[in-house]
């Protein structure tokens, strides 16, 4: 399945849409937040803009599974000795890995054009986080992927993205909102995303809660990602 | 190769597959011909582990289709097969390829290097004739496999297919002629004749007598001796019949203004038309 796999990451890699969207929008998003409406801070902002954009990426691993089981390309693959899981595991990888360099986009603009200053092993670890921390998003993407067809699922994505970021505070921090809304927003998983950079910014390691929300979302939209996927496999 | 034993298949109320069996050796090329909604892509579905038939089983080289498929031991073109767009067709190739046992890389000519988007339909069944071919199979199972493509394509195609058992659905009757030495009619999701093309064609059996009559009188056409059909278009007429010489001489007694007669053996075409009870 190598072969497989090595095209879908040469696939996601050199998808230039992949770039512009989970890279350039949340650059332009970053530099209008911080730079023009002078809104936010810029280092909390700019970690919120990589874990937008990250998100962004997960999520729409199921889009491009929507689309190719709508296209019929799933048809064609289930009559090669291509298994089911191989399909998906080649696409959350690919998927994943093209998240990767967009988070190092909007961190080096942060860095370059927003003059956000921080010691170098925050530097490393920045990434890393925000990439784990969009996990939850990768399996959800999935469940969506199986459970809509073609441009459908891409319209239910972008609606639940727009306000999972919302929620999570990755437009305007969840500070902001009224007392009772701000709970539910800090166990949303968007938030707990942002939040383990956000801490990063001031040397903290992520918190018990924050890692126990994480996982507990995973395991749920990891769990609807296998019953939509068992109900429609090769579909 | 290829066994189905008893399958039926219905979607609600309609009847797809009414009790099926078939059983294809190694080095036949089979062609499945039959009318649309035939059966033909359910046939073929089921074969392949696509589809679950409501009865019966279905065995591809001994074992489940899907157990097969898995191990890489059969090359299948899919009729509705979606390709990747924006992808090089050369990578595409490829990346099937790799999966097979044995892979291998059928020469693309120069579609190789082009992107999937900018390809046309013919061009399109090609790059699917391709895959079907990656793994270097000794079993082909391919679903209309000519459709858009142009003569030389065609041509390859054929000749590609070579050393090979092959099953092809089609409803190109030539096709089945030049390039089948088996032919399995299925309608009504019935296998209603199966056998040689040539025992196909002489189970229908007799002659065809075309002619052109001004005065067109098909009642009169058909009680000529001999005559089993006669199917009329306009001022041409086509009788099949069990005893020529006896149709042709009643033919001209009858009738004074009959011209352009022709006679020839029965095709596939008729046999088609009379045991599906279908035209064309």
Do not use: C
């Amino acid at each position: 399945m190598r072969s497989f796999l090595g095209f879908e990451v040469r696939r996601s890699l050199s998808s230039p849409v992949n770039l512009v969207f989970l890279a350039g929008f949340p650059v332009l998003l970053y530099l209008l937040w911080t730079k023009v409406l002078d809104l936010a801070s810029g280092p909390v902002s700019m970690v919120s803009m990589a874990t937008y954009g990250a998100m962004g990426g997960a999520l729409f691993i199921g889009g491009a599974i929507a689309m190719e089981r709508a296209s019929g390309w799933l048809r064609q693959l289930a009559v090669t000795p291509l298994p089911a899981h191989g399909y998906i595991v080649a696409k959350l990888v690919a998927g994943m890995l093209a998240v990767l360099p967009s988070v190092v986009i909007v961190l080096a603009a942060g860095a370059l054009l927003g003059g956000v200053r921080l010691p170098a092993g925050t530097w490393l670890v920045l990434p890393l986080l925000i990439w784990i921390g969009v996990a939850p998003f990768a399996a959800l993407g999935v469940a969506f992927g199986y459970s809509f067809r073609g441009q459908s699922a891409n319209i239910v994505t972008m609606v639940v993205f727009f306000l999972l970021a919302v929620l999570g505070g990755l437009w305007l921090p969840v500070s902001r909102m009224p007392e009772g809304l701000r709970v539910v927003a800090e166990h949303s998983p968007a938030y707990q995303a942002g939040s383990l950079g956000w801490r990063a910014l001031d040397g903290l390691p992520p918190t018990g809660t924050s890692v126990l929300v994480l996982v507990a979302w995973t395991a749920l939209f990891v769990v609807l990602g296998v019953w939509r996927y068992r109900r429609t496999a090769w579909r | 190769m290829l066994e189905l034993t008893d399958l039926t298949k219905k979607y609600g109320e309609v009847t797809a597959l009414d009790g099926v069996s078939l059983r294809v050796r190694e080095g036949e090329k089979v062609a499945l011909l039959g009318p649309n909604g035939a059966g033909k892509t359910t046939l073929l579905s089921i074969a392949l582990g696509l589809l679950a038939a409501d009865s019966g089983t279905a065995r591809l080289l001994g074992r489940p289709p899907r157990e097969t498929l898995a191990a890489g031991l059969a090359g299948v073109l899919l009729q509705d097969a979606g390709l990747p767009e924006e992808v090089k067709v050369a990578d595409l190739v490829a990346a099937v390829a790799g999966m097979y046992p044995t892979p291998s890389a059928p020469d693309l000519g120069d579609l190789a290097g082009r992107r999937v988007t900018t390809l046309s339909g013919g061009q399109r069944q090609q790059v699917r004739f391709a895959l079907a071919l990656a793994g270097d199979p000794a079993l082909l199972i391919l679903d209309e496999p000519t459709v858009g493509l142009d003569v030389d394509a065609r041509r390859a195609l054929w000749r590609r297919i070579q050393g090979r058992t092959v099953v092809f659905a089609t409803h190109y009757l030539a096709e089945a002629d030049d390039h089948a030495d088996r032919v399995v009619l299925l309608s009504g999701g019935r296998i209603v004749a199966d056998g040689p093309v040539e025992e196909i064609k002489a189970l229908v059996g007799g002659t065809e007598v075309r002619l052109t009559l001004d005065a067109m009188d098909a009642p009169t056409l058909r009680s000529l001796p001999g005559v089993r059909d006669v199917v009329v278009e306009g001022a041409s007429a086509t009788l099949r019949t069990g005893d020529s010489d006896a149709t042709l001489r009643a033919l001209f007694a009858a009738f004074d203004g009959v011209r352009n007669v022709r006679t020839s053996g029965a095709g596939l075409e008729s046999a088609f038309v009379s045991l599906t009870g279908e035209e064309r």
